[in-house]
């Protein structure tokens, strides 16, 4: 039987419900051979990680997922990021400022909307410094406000609806270069969510690969087959290695499994080999 990984998962360093060490030993009991932690904006999970991955014996790949400007959103994975971490954290703690703008201008016309919650439990419902939309969700559930996450991001959160407000963010450029100042390998994530027609992603990918970028993720949780074969293909013509990942964040999207994601996701493990030989 072939060795199933995982690229993208997220802890409790920003919006996912396992700790770091939590997280990693349970893609140990679950059967992988690899799991790289890629939270929001944050590298605070990433030492407990990979200690844990060390206990375990599962191997542990350093990363991040930082969110850049780009309609509708646009999402860069560092992966193999430098021993320290200490090159990111700078613009990192940039970037969480600007969640703190944001997210009280939430949570304010959320109130208004007659909604009563304070930032104060959106703040005790995220466990480390990153807080974000799931975290008001999950309170909005809590109050009975909403039955899911999914339904606060369908109704409230999500772009497009009434409490949605932009936070900041590094230009697709910045976000590269910061991962690659970091000494880390930038891969665009899950490039079903940009929207974009095959034609259009084709002159991006030329861009950004201009711009520093080195891989794409080509297999992702919510990819139909063929839009896989597709990611595949337009990897394969600018020259981008290719990654994959469930974007596992436990309870908060309770439906995906880590590794296997709804069931049928299957990331080749010859695709950490390529990663590591960038
Ligand atoms: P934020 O970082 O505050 O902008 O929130 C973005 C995060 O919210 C994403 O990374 C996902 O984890 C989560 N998210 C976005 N859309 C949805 C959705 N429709 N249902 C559940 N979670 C979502
Ligand atoms: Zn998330
Ligand atoms: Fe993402
Ligand atoms: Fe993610």
Redesign the pocket.
């Known amino acids: 039987m072939s060795k199933i990984i995982d690229l993208h998962t ?1 802890t409790t360093a920003s ?1 996912g419900s396992m700790s770091p060490g939590e997280l990693v030993r349970y893609a140990k009991s679950r059967g992988l051979a690899a799991v790289a932690v890629t939270d ?1 904006d944050t590298v605070d999970g990433l030492e407990e990680a990979l200690s844990e991955g060390e206990k375990a014996g599962i191997e542990v790949i350093p990363g991040v997922e930082i ?1 850049v400007d780009f309609e509708p959103e646009m ?1 860069m994975l560092g992966y193999f990021l430098c021993k320290t971490f200490a090159k990111i954290a700078g613009v990192l703690n940039e970037l969480r400022k600007n ?1 703190e703008e944001r997210n009280p201008r939430i949570v304010k016309k959320l109130n208004e909307m007659g909604f009563n919650l304070t930032m104060d439990e959106v703040k005790k419902e995220a466990k480390g410094k ?1 807080v ?3 975290h008001i ?1 999950r309170v909005m559930v809590e109050k009975g406000y909403v039955n899911s ?2 339904e606060a ?2 109704k409230y ?2 772009d497009g609806r009434p409490a949605y407000f932009k ?1 900041g963010k590094l230009t697709p450029e910045q976000g590269i270069q910061e991962i690659l100042k970091a000494e880390g390998i930038p891969v665009l994530a899950h490039p079903k969510y940009l929207y974009m027609d095959m034609a259009s992603l084709d002159v991006l990918l030329k861009d950004l690969k201009a711009k520093g970028l080195k891989g794409i993720e080509a297999y992702y949780v919510d990819n139909t087959p063929e839009e896989t074969e597709e990611f595949l293909r337009l990897a394969d013509k600018h020259g981008l290695i290719v990654t994959g990942g469930s ?1 596992f ?1 436990g309870s ?2 309770s439906r995906i499994e880590i590794g296997v994601g709804y069931g049928n996701l299957k990331v080749p493990y010859e695709l950490l080999d390529n990663l590591r030989c960038i």
């Open positions: 997220h919006d929001h969110s999402h969640r990153v974000g939309r799931p969700a996450i999914e991001f369908e959160l999500a936070k974007d964040h908060y999207k």
